[in-house]
T-cell receptor
Framework: DAKTTQPTSMDCAEGRAANLPCNHS???????VYWYRQIHSQGPQYIIH???NNETNEMASLIITEDRKSSTLILPHATLRDTAVYYC???????????FGDGTTLTVKP | NAGVMQNPRHLVRRRGQEARLRCSPM?????VYWYRQLPEEGLKFMVY????????ESGMPKERFSAEFPKEGPSILRIQQVVRGDSAAYFC??????????????FGAGSRLTVL
């Protein structure tokens, strides 16, 4: 599975959009991009995933560049409860395990 | 529709004792994954199982650790002769399988093991 690179930490003002980048320059054609987050010491929570097209759900939007070498997770109106570690994972179709890196610690400030 | 259920949520053991952690996957999910998170560290994959089969145990320590997912009942992560370094949060996740292409994991709340 392709390796991902994320910034260690980011801050965001409450109510503003949080844009979390992820580089996956070695991604293969059959690999999906997944985003999870872990709030404090809770179990990780799935956010969104995509293959080629941009995706949106009730939690976030995922923007994948045309060459698929990077992506951005967008939380449109960040709240204090969005403070968490955000993990970007790349994994091929029909793969089993997901490998979590160090993620980005997002701190939403009032 | 209950999510992934893990128990116990907290477990305290003395060095040398055994720890058994249980995980019941979401209804309809046939794949189970175990991850370990040491204090102040990230999630580390341990093992991936289907019913009665271990598919990938590349993250399991060579000794003292074992996992099973029997035909009936929950998945069990067993740690024999625990040591202080085993103190961690152990997370279980489940997924419906790989037939749909994407493999989205649903995680439980975790079991926190403390070894005295």
């Amino acid at each position: 599975d392709a390796k991902t690179t994320q910034p260690t930490s980011m801050d965001c003002a409450e109510g503003r959009a949080a844009n979390l980048p992820c580089n996956h320059s070695t991604i293969s054609g059959n690999e999906y991009v997944y985003w999870y987050r872990q709030i404090h010491s809770q179990g990780p929570q799935y956010i969104i995933h995509g293959l080629k097209n941009n995706e949106t759900n009730e939690m976030a939007s995922l923007i994948i560049t045309e060459d698929r070498k990077s992506s951005t997770l967008i939380l449109p109106h960040a709240t204090l409860r969005d403070t968490a570690v955000y993990y970007c994972i790349v994994m091929r179709t029909n793969a089993g395990k997901s490998t979590f890196g160090d993620g980005t610690t997002l701190t939403v400030k009032p | 529709n209950a999510g992934v259920m893990q128990n116990p949520r907290h477990l305290v053991r003395r060095r040398g004792q055994e720890a058994r952690l249980r995980c019941s996957p979401m209804k309809g999910h046939s794949h189970v994954y175990w991850y370990r998170q040491l204090p102040e560290e990230g999630l580390k994959f341990m093992v991936y199982l289907q019913k009665e089969n271990i598919i990938d145990e590349s993250g399991m320590p060579k000794e003292r650790f074992s996992a099973e997912f029997p035909k009936e009942g929950p998945s069990i992560l067993r740690i024999q002769q625990v040591v202080r370094g085993d103190s961690a949060a152990y997370f279980c996740a489940s997924s419906p399988g790989l037939n749909s292409g994407a493999n989205v994991l649903t995680f439980g709340a975790g079991s926190r093991l403390t070894v005295l």
